[in-house]
T-cell receptor, first 114, second 122 residues
């Protein structure tokens, strides 16, 4: 079974600063996908970024980028130029290639301070 | 594109009654839908996976007779909480996956999430 661990229950960052959210996972699979989802107060789940494990290049989406370390089974999210709208719960998630279910971490509540 | 709706957005019911929650994919065909449960300040816990036209697959510990899931069409899945009790109060979220594409792209098709339904059982 796969497990996803987010060791930071809460984090805060000043507006315009950079913050990194940590995520580690455990799996015996070689082919899988990793995701970061954002859940703002509205509770709508929003995909932030995804990474295919077979790709060595780290994924980037505008202000969001990941540091994917496959050997270390680490998948951190970096948010640059933080904005007030980035305040949300962030979930790291794992999906193995042979299945369609997502396994979520426990989440990190990020608060961007004005 | 890729919008998923849920209805109702919130519901209050009396203990012992049944409640039905609908999940619809509005602009794509959802071959697979997922139902999650989320307690306050906690993560999403997968309850079951439903494929159109077949029986749902429930996760360990989820009572299939209590949480009835029907996926009768490619755009609609329903979750019925039968004989609801206060401990069933929670936030229920569905997601849908467009499985029409094949090959590698199909494997990384993201799940599109509905806005959730807050259930309160009195």
């Amino acid at each position: 079974a796969q497990t996803v661990t987010q060791s930071q229950p809460e984090m805060s960052v000043q507006e315009a600063e950079t913050v990194t959210l940590s995520c580690t996972y455990d799996t015996s699979e070689n082919n899988y996908y990793l995701f970061w989802y954002k859940q703002p107060p509205s509770r709508q789940m929003i995909l932030v970024i995804r990474q295919e494990a077979y790709k060595q290049q780290n994924a980037t989406e505008n202000r969001f980028s990941v540091n994917f370390q496959k050997a270390a089974k680490s998948f951190s999210l970096k948010i640059s130029d933080s904005q007030l709208g980035d305040t949300a719960m962030y979930f790291c998630a794992f999906m193995k290639q042979s299945a369609r279910q997502l396994t979520f971490g426990s989440g990190t509540q990020l608060t961007v301070l004005p | 594109g890729a919008v998923v709706s849920q209805h109702p957005s919130w519901v209050i019911c009396k203990s012992g009654t049944s409640v039905k929650i609908e999940c619809r994919s509005l602009d794509f065909q959802a071959t697979t839908m997922f139902w999650y449960r989320q307690f306050p300040k906690q993560s999403l816990m997968l309850m079951a996976t439903s494929n159109e036209g077949s029986k749902a697959t429930y996760e360990q510990g989820v009572e299939k007779d209590k949480f009835l899931i029907n996926h009768a069409s490619l755009t609609l899945s329903t979750l019925t909480v039968t004989s609801a009790h206060p401990e069933d109060s929670s936030f229920y979220i569905c997601s849908a996956r467009d499985g029409r594409t094949s090959g590698v792209r199909a494997m990384i098709n993201e799940q599109f999430f509905g806005p959730g339904t807050r259930l309160t059982v009195l």
